[in-house]
C-alpha cells in the first residue's frame, strides 16, 4: 500500500467535497421527473453489477488475423526417414 503525504490526502478529500457539491448542484438543475428517472436507473445499474466476461477464445486462435505478408510460416514436413546404420 503506497503512502501518501498530508498534503495529498487533504487535497483528495477536498476533491471529493467538491465533486460531491457539483453532482448535487446538477441534481438540482435536472427536472424533477428527469432527476427520480436518473436515481432509478443509477440503483438499477449498480444492482445489476459488472457484466460477466466475455468467454475466452480458444487454446491457439490468435486474437486477429496476421497482416497481409505476414503470415506464420507452414510446419516443415519432416525429411524422409534417415537410415541408421
Do not use: C, N, Y
Request: zero cysteines.
Amino acid at each position: 500500500m503506497a503512502k501518501h503525504s498530508k498534503r495529498e490526502r487533504a487535497r483528495r478529500v477536498e476533491e471529493t467535497e467538491r465533486v460531491k457539491q457539483i453532482e448535487a448542484a446538477w441534481m438540482g438543475s435536472l427536472p424533477p421527473a428527469t432527476a427520480k428517472a436518473f436515481t432509478l436507473a443509477v440503483q438499477d445499474a449498480r444492482a445489476r453489477g459488472p457484466q460477466e466476461r466475455p468467454p475466452d477464445m480458444a487454446p491457439g486462435t490468435p486474437p486477429r488475423p496476421p497482416r497481409p505478408g505476414h503470415e506464420p510460416r507452414p510446419p516443415k514436413e519432416p525429411a524422409r526417414p534417415r537410415r541408421g546404420g
